[in-house]
């Protein structure tokens, strides 16, 4: 087993590059749909809800890579790479995961923050982006705790990986579970920076032990 941190880093990376061009685009003014207002004081919450959004999705894009075990799924006819993923990492390259994502996503947020147009209420989390340590560390344990609820999911996808509808099912409410953490973080814009941090860090703390006990209990019950 490895902790792939290669792949950890560019997947952190890409959603981080993802999250400032999306924001950089509202921010501008421009429209992500044709009918769209594209008011830029929107583009702080967007940068909120893209940070729960992404990090949550990315596991998924970690867990696409090429190997000797996924080619083995192929001739198997096993399911896609990310159903037995865990077998192949290690537990340290899945709690890895995590803080990576943090540290690309807050940093991505820092960056938004300094062009953004609306620089937000006084005493909120995006005013105070730029003036202290808290909302960037609120920023990097939410996209962490984000992280791990959707580590967490697919661990729990492998055990149905065999029954079609299900598979269909659990994909459609990973979805659903990106979206509704995205809608979720959205609060985070307007939060004080310390509720926003206590929040965030006590989100924390309880899906670290969670997705330990999920992932094991998935290889447990996930083997043949």
């Known amino acids: 087993m490895t902790m792939h941190l290669g792949r950890t880093i560019t997947t952190g990376v890409i959603t981080a590059g993802l999250l400032i061009g999306l924001f950089a685009v509202m921010n501008a003014g421009q429209p992500l749909r044709s009918d769209d207002n594209a008011d830029p004081s929107n583009a702080p919450g967007l940068a909120f809800g893209l ?129 509704g953490i995205m809608m979720a973080f959205g609060w985070l814009e307007a939060a004080n920076p310390l509720a926003g941090l206590l929040f965030a860090s006590l989100t924390l703390l309880v899906t670290i032990p969670l997705l330990i006990g999920v992932r094991k209990l998935a290889l447990v019950m996930g083997t043949d």
Not at 62 to 76: D, K, P
Not at 93 to 101: D, F, H, N, S, T
Request: hydrophobic share 55%.
């Open 51 to 179: 940070l729960g959004l992404l990090s949550v999705f990315s596991v998924a894009v970690s867990f696409g890579r090429r190997s000797a075990m996924h080619e083995r799924q192929q001739r198997e006819g096993s399911g896609p790479t990310f159903q037995t993923v865990l077998h192949e990492y290690s537990l340290s390259g899945i709690l890895v995961m995590g803080p990576v994502q943090g540290v690309c996503l807050s940093l991505a947020m820092l960056v938004c923050r300094s062009f953004a147009v609306d620089t937000g209420t006084p005493g909120s989390m995006w005013a105070e982006f730029l003036s202290g340590p808290l909302p960037c560390l609120a920023v990097f344990a939410a996209a962490w705790a984000s992280t791990n609820i959707g580590l967490a999911y697919l661990s729990l996808a492998m055990l149905v990986r065999k029954i079609v509808v299900l598979s269909i099912l659990g994909l459609l409410l990973f979805v659903a579970l990106g979206v």
